[in-house]
């Protein structure tokens, strides 16, 4: 074989070892897991959509979406109004929301992430004797909530008469302010707020709650259980019970007192989560309260949510997301 065919074949054969490397290393990358965005360990709200999806609202890193294999961040960057998340959930058209406590609001219709409400945009006010109350979708304000219905986003101020000076605009914070919202079995509507107590919104007035201390700390959790009781959890005077008629204190519990969660699970027990003191729960006698030494990894709880199948969720303040499996509580981590 002459000098010339033998240079001519070792520089195919090295032209054709590099064309098969190069396939294999892009057969390595296309076939390779995607890799999963770092995951925010405070979790402020927790959604389970009608497909089944997880979402988890986080204190600054946005949404994240997960379909029991895929991790997806939704964030600003993704148009997203806000990287808070206190709130999520779900319209007829499987459309997801998600408000602030900045009190703004965005949509995500499966293909992009929408801003449907932040201080930039006007928002009309709503009279409150022509309000849609069961159809409509309602959001976290400054002195009231937001209202979208029939396609439109309206504002439902709680004060009628302002001080002077003060601003009426939904996304500036006052007394009346927002911070959790209630659908009962009714259709009646309830707004937890800043410094005001409870008020229940039949769709032409209000009605308020304000005795036994439930004025002035924030109400951040409102529940209704299988009973139909109204659960009220005040970030500093405690869990409170309406039952239609009365409305009850539980003050015999010193360290229940900061609640942030409220929720039920399959047996009927109420599952309480605090800001200090760890998880509760109360079987209709008694309370039994649970803490580091049965898994928790602190004491602040943000907030409870029972999935489809039954199975109770955490988001704790720093520290991620857990899980009971009947006797201790354990870290749920991402495959």
């Not at 033998?6 to 090295?14: A, D, Q």
């Not at 600054?60 to 294999?69: A, E, I, L, M, T």
């Not at 005001?196 to 409102?222: H, I, M, N, Q, R």
Request: charge should be positive; charged fraction near 15%.
């Amino acid at each position: 074989m002459s000098e010339t065919k033998v240079l001519r074949y070792n520089f195919l054969s090295i032209q054709m070892k590099g064309i098969i490397l190069w396939l294999i290393c892009l057969t390595c990358i296309f076939n390779s897991p995607a890799q999963q965005p770092k995951f925010d360990q405070q979790i402020r709200s927790i959604f389970q959509d009608s497909k089944g999806v997880y979402w988890f609202g986080t204190n600054n890193s946005g949404v994240y979406r997960y379909d029991n294999k895929t991790l997806t961040q939704f964030s600003i960057s993704n148009g997203l109004a806000d990287n808070q998340v206190l709130s999520i959930q779900e319209d007829q058209n499987g459309y997801l929301w998600f408000g602030s406590g900045s009190f703004t609001v965005s949509r995500y219709d499966g293909q992009q992430m929408k801003v449907m409400a932040n201080r930039g945009m006007k928002i009309k006010d709503m009279k409150s004797e022509n309000a849609s109350v069961s159809a409509a979708l309602w959001f976290f304000a400054g002195g009231g909530a937001l209202n979208y219905s029939a396609e439109k986003m309206a504002y439902l101020s709680f004060q009628k008469d302002p001080p002077k000076g003060q601003s009426t605009s939904p996304f500036s914070l006052s007394r009346f302010g927002v911070y959790s919202i209630l659908k009962d079995q009714q259709g009646n509507i309830w707004f937890g707020t800043q410094a005001e107590g409870v008020c229940k919104y039949d769709g032409t007035s209000f009605t308020w709650f304000k005795e036994l201390g439930l004025a002035g700390p924030a109400v951040l959790a409102l529940y209704t259980d299988s009973k139909g009781h109204i659960w009220f959890g005040n970030n500093g005077t405690g869990l409170f019970r309406y039952d239609g008629t009365q409305l009850t204190q539980f003050s015999n519990e010193p360290k229940l007192k900061r609640i942030y969660s409220i929720t039920e699970d399959n047996n009927g027990t109420i599952w309480i989560g605090t800001v200090d003191a760890g998880v509760w729960t109360y079987n209709g006698q008694q309370f039994q309260q649970y803490s580091l030494q049965d898994g928790l990894p602190s004491n602040a709880v943000n907030t409870i949510y029972k999935d489809a199948a039954g199975q109770l969720w955490f988001g704790t303040d720093k520290n991620g997301l857990y899980r009971f499996d009947g006797n201790k509580f354990y870290r749920f981590d991402f495959q």
